[in-house]
């Protein structure tokens, strides 16, 4: 058998970028190849930037948005609405509203949604802290910023039975959002029409 044309070293590079969203095992040689020929513009500042974020970047202990400090500077931000609340799956979907200069006021990320064919429950996502977040009497308003998928629509149902009879009005997106789409991937106008028009839920 013919030895392999990659070493190991290399190897490693082009199976750990495989491992990246978006990325198969040919994606990864040519982004290997790539970074290998940019190595002094591109990969070496790569590898610093990633080892910075590694050692710097959590998870917001309020919130759960990404940031290197905590809480993240969404929550310390006092420009904000304290009393608006906007529960969305992933720190992507927060990323993207903010592009989209959607909301004002503050944050919640799940993690996930509810999937009970996958076995994600309620334990595996960020939501006592949301009921608790809810319950702590500063907020009027929850906006659930969720997916139209089923996941994201059993998730909707099961906080809105959970948030009910608290005195907070729960709401969701309206025009805009397809169902089945993902909020990651509209573009601003789209959420801001949707935030701007949300209905109860």
Known sequence: MPASPIGPELQRLIDLLAKMPGLGPRSAKRAALYLLKKRDPVMRPLAFALDDAANKVKACAVCGNWDSIDPCAVCADQERDSTLLCVVQDVGDLWALER??????????????????????????????????????????????????????????????????????????????????????????????????????
């Open 100 to 201: 989209a200069g959607a909301h004002k006021g503050r944050y919640h990320v799940l993690g996930g949604l509810l999937s009970p064919l996958d076995g994600i429950g309620p334990d595996d996502l960020n939501l006592g802290s949301l009921i608790a977040r809810a319950k702590g009497g500063a907020i009027s308003e929850i906006i659930l910023a969720l997916p139209a998928t089923v996941d994201g629509q059993t998730t909707a149902h099961y906080l809105t039975e959970h948030l009910e009879g608290g005195g907070v009005s729960v709401t969701r997106l309206s025009q805009g959002v397809p169902v089945g789409g993902e909020l990651d991937y509209l573009d601003e106008g789209t959420l801001a029409a949707a935030m701007k028009s949300r209905r109860p839920f």
